[in-house]
């Protein structure tokens, strides 16, 4: 995709999770065009700065902030430090993420909850502390969440995350329905099956996984992160200034197939 490269200058934008796999990219795209990036991890400040230099990332030009966002505190102080260090927060992406791979009746409780502590918790968290900063701040600003193809349709064997995903899809509605009339604008972007990360991992690691995914996209290849990172482009950008309460579904078609085909 073509933006001009000082698209989202003068914009500082929060990422959560933003040492995974897909975030790496993201983060990468969204310098590339002059945002100004606070990036939060669970990583200790070595871990971030050797993982985000070896993907290219120059670390002058971010602000690398340590906080578990199940924790209020933890969320409390990375809108705080991320706001000394780079002025207002515009935009805050709720990118958290994790899944335990597993059928739904080998579910334990604490993994359901530990499923939507880390998933939904602290998309919870970070929307709402980061509300609050631009209504303080006078931003009429823009919360953008990580979901997933498979908020709406169930893919097996990760039942827990599924319900995860829709959980966060009506919370960025939510949050799009009340916030809409001081400014605030919430949407979403619903990848399919990428190939870093999350489901790599499953991909490289679970046969069965793979015979289903190999059946399940119909543009037949694993989606490719910037395709991911241009869909966060897009509507960190002006050009999505009118959107808000929408999913952008990017997902080679992943949700046109009846599971039964797949
Ligand atoms: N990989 C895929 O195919 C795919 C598809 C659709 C949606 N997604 C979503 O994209 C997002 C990123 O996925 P990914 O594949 O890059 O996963 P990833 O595991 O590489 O990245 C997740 C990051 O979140 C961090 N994290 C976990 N718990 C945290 C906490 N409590 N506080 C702060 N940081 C924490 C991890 O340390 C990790 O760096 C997730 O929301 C995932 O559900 C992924």
Redesign the pocket.
């Known amino acids: 995709m073509v933006f001009r490269n000082d698209a989202l200058a003068g914009r500082h934008i929060v990422i ?2 933003g ?5 790496l990219g993201i983060v990468k795209k969204l310098m590339a065009h002059g945002a100004s990036i606070t990036v ?4 200790t400040d070595q871990q971030a700065a050797d993982r985000l230099s070896e993907n290219g990332i120059d670390l002058s030009r971010i602000n690398y902030v340590k ?4 924790d209020t505190d933890e969320t409390d102080m990375l809108v705080k430090t991320a706001r000394e260090r780079f002025g207002p927060i515009h935009v805050a992406l709720c ?5 335990i791979p597993k059928p739904l009746l080998e579910y334990r409780a604490d993994e359901w909850d530990e499923t939507m502590a ?2 939904v918790r ?1 998309a919870f968290l970070l929307g709402s502390v980061a509300s609050r900063s631009m209504l303080e701040d006078g931003i009429k600003g823009h919360l953008i969440f ?4 498979v908020a709406d349709v169930p893919w097996p064997e990760i039942g827990p ?1 599924n319900a995860s ?1 829709a959980a966060m899809k009506q919370l960025m509605r939510s949050f799009a329905r009340e916030l809409a009339d001081k400014g605030i604008r919430a949407n979403a972007v ?5 190939s ?5 991992q499953q991909w490289d690691t679970d046969p069965t996984y793979r015979a289903r995914a190999q059946k399940a996209i119909p543009l037949g290849v694993m ?1 490719p992160l910037d395709s991911v990172a241009d869909a966060f482009l897009f509507l960190c950008s002006a050009a999505a200034d009118y959107m808000t309460g929408t999913v952008l579904l990017v997902d080679g078609g992943c949700s046109l197939y009846p599971m039964d085909d797949a």
């Open positions: 959560s999770g040492c995974g796999a897909i975030g939060n991890d669970i990583l906080a578990d966002l199940t990118h958290i993420g994790m899944v880390v998933n602290t990580t979901t997933s193809w995350y995903k619903a990848p399919g099956i990428v870093v990360g999350l489901a790599k989606q």
